[in-house]
């Protein structure tokens, strides 16, 4: 992380339920090697159901530091906010995309802190282009994430839907489990995508 500092980065936020995985997840491209590195929240009601029900280790990845367990009942969406005001001070951060749903006071709290957010549409034209860029990333070996568990657990879950002109998204719905920590992911690819690549000069080219 401190290597990747020097270079833009793009984010995606998906606060799902608050009763749930909220991930907050930042991506690089850097000489064509896409970079990742997320902060899932999760509260400790969930935290406790899960260990209960032993089907997922949300305890273990809250003990190695891949869960972030905030709140009780609830997510509290204050440890998120503090969470992405420190990312945009530690890193070049150009865009944070968002899914709009229950996002609204959070996300009015952290564009009057001047965090550059961008509700992300969520549907398969919006998302069809950073599923190919992932795909693409990830045969060709180019997705580096630190063998994350959490984000490992969430691409198994993930199916994708398609349109009527073949594009294709995530779809929650028939989602076998969290598929949040994707949908963050893809997000940030996104709006990475958006952003116009600065032109070479003549004597670059």
């Known amino acids: 992380l401190e290597w990747l500092k020097q270079y833009p980065c793009w984010g995606g936020l998906d606060l799902a339920s608050t009763r749930d995985l909220t991930s907050f997840r930042l991506v690089w491209s ?3 090697i896409l970079y990742t590195h997320g902060w899932r929240f999760v509260p400790g009601a969930a935290v406790g159901a899960r260990t209960e029900r032993g089907l997922v280790p949300y305890q ?3 003990q190695s530091g891949h869960l972030i367990q905030s709140g009780d009942e609830v997510t509290d969406y204050d440890a998120v906010e503090a969470c992405i005001l ?7 951060l150009q865009m944070i995309a968002y899914d709009g749903w229950n996002a609204k006071q959070l996300v009015q709290k952290l564009q009057a802190a001047s965090v550059p957010m961008q ?3 969520q549907g398969p034209k919006s998302y069809h ?3 190919q860029a992932l ?7 180019n997705l580096a994430h630190g063998s994350d568990p959490v984000l490992n657990w969430c691409a198994s879950n993930l199916i994708a839907r398609t349109d009527q002109n073949m594009n294709t998204a995530p779809d929650k719905k028939k989602a076998p489990e969290k598929i949040d920590d ?3 992911l893809l997000m940030g690819i996104g709006v990475m995508l958006e952003t116009p690549k ?8």
């Open 30 to 32: 850097v000489e064509d």
């Open 60 to 62: 273990a990845w809250v």
């Open 86 to 92: 420190k990312a945009k001070q530690d890193f070049n």
């Open 119 to 121: 509700e992300f549409i």
């Open 129 to 131: 282009p950073a599923m």
């Open 135 to 141: 795909e693409i990333a990830y045969v060709a070996g």
């Open 182 to 184: 994707m949908c963050s």
């Open 198 to 205: 600065p032109k070479k000069s003549f004597w670059e080219t």
